[in-house]
């Protein structure tokens, strides 16, 4: 009797350890790793944002202070030389400034992964200018076309000089690039001819001269 209950415990303590028991697995939530932009890449998403509203000028600035600062990595200089660039031969109207940008983004990262579209965008806005200088040299253009040209090639404050001695009205854009860059103020105590221009965000402003008045 004792043998056969002996017997009947291994029995049974056998099938236990063989018994595969399901036990549902253990599910821990772990959190998403965050990861916060970078200074750099919160000063370039405001550059955009200014771009976005029309305001060139502000994002040309903003990328100049960018390439300026003593903590700036190549790659963070390079990145924001080649966006100005693109702004300046683009809405900015500054090809000189533009070639200038491209010329130093070339020499000081020729290796760069958007070295060879740097380049041809430089041999684009060489020859925007060299046509724009011609057409300047050659004379025969209207004085609006001449304001234009200077405007464009980045002479702002020639192309003011036409404006003003010979009683321009330029279209929006270009007052707008004017008031911008600080050639054009919206003060009552200043004098000289006013133009009205209406801003992206349709705010209308009457501006004349800065520096008429003072």
Same mark, same amino acid.
């Given at each position: 009797?004792?043998?056969?209950?002996?017997?009947?415990?291994?029995?049974?303590?056998?099938?236990?350890?063989?018994?595969?028991?399901?036990?549902?697995?253990?599910?821990?939530?772990?959190?998403?790793?965050?990861?916060?932009?970078?200074?750099?890449?919160?000063?370039?998403?405001?550059?955009?944002?200014?771009?976005?509203?029309?305001?060139?000028?502000?994002?040309?600035?903003?990328?100049?202070?960018?390439?300026?600062?003593?903590?700036?990595?190549?790659?963070?200089?390079?990145?924001?030389?080649?966006?100005?660039?693109?702004?300046?031969?683009?809405?900015?109207?500054?090809?000189?400034?533009?070639?200038?940008?491209? *010329?130093?983004? +070339?020499?000081? %990262?020729?290796?760069?992964?958007?070295?060879? /579209? !740097?380049?041809?965008?430089?041999?684009?806005? &060489?020859?925007?200018?060299?046509?724009?200088?011609?057409?300047?040299?050659?004379?025969?253009?209207?004085?609006?076309?001449?304001?234009?040209?200077?405007?464009?090639?980045?002479?702002?404050?020639?192309?003011?000089?036409?404006?003003?001695?010979?009683?321009?009205?330029?279209?929006? *854009?270009?007052? +707008?690039?004017? %008031?911008?860059?600080?050639?054009?103020?919206? /003060? !009552?105590?200043?004098?000289?001819?006013?133009? &009205?221009?209406?801003?992206?965000?349709?705010?209308?402003?009457?501006?004349?001269?800065?520096?008429?008045?003072?």
């Amino acid at each position: 009797m004792r043998t056969l209950f002996a017997v009947s415990l291994l029995v049974l303590a056998s099938a236990c350890a063989s018994t595969d028991i399901d036990v549902p697995p253990v599910v821990v939530d772990t959190p998403p790793v965050s990861t916060q932009p970078s200074t750099f890449d919160l000063a370039m998403n405001t550059v955009e944002e200014l771009v976005q509203a029309g305001n060139e000028q502000a994002a040309i600035l903003r990328l100049e202070q960018l390439i300026g600062k003593q903590d700036a990595t190549a790659d963070e200089k390079a990145a924001a030389l080649y966006r100005m660039a693109e702004l300046k031969l683009g809405d900015g109207n500054q090809v000189w400034g533009g070639i200038e940008a491209l *010329d130093e983004f +070339l020499e000081n %990262y020729p290796d760069h992964a958007k070295a060879a /579209d !740097a380049n041809e965008l430089r041999d684009f806005a &060489r020859g925007e200018a060299t046509s724009l200088n011609f057409a300047l040299e050659q004379g025969g253009l209207s004085p609006m076309e001449a304001f234009k040209a200077r405007f464009r090639l980045g002479e702002h404050q020639l192309a003011s000089d036409i404006m003003l001695g010979s009683a321009l009205t330029p279209e929006n *854009d270009y007052l +707008l690039d004017m %008031y911008q860059i600080g050639y054009l103020c919206e /003060d !009552a105590e200043l004098t000289g001819p006013s133009y &009205r221009l209406v801003e992206p965000d349709g705010t209308d402003r009457v501006v004349r001269f800065c520096d008429f008045g003072k």
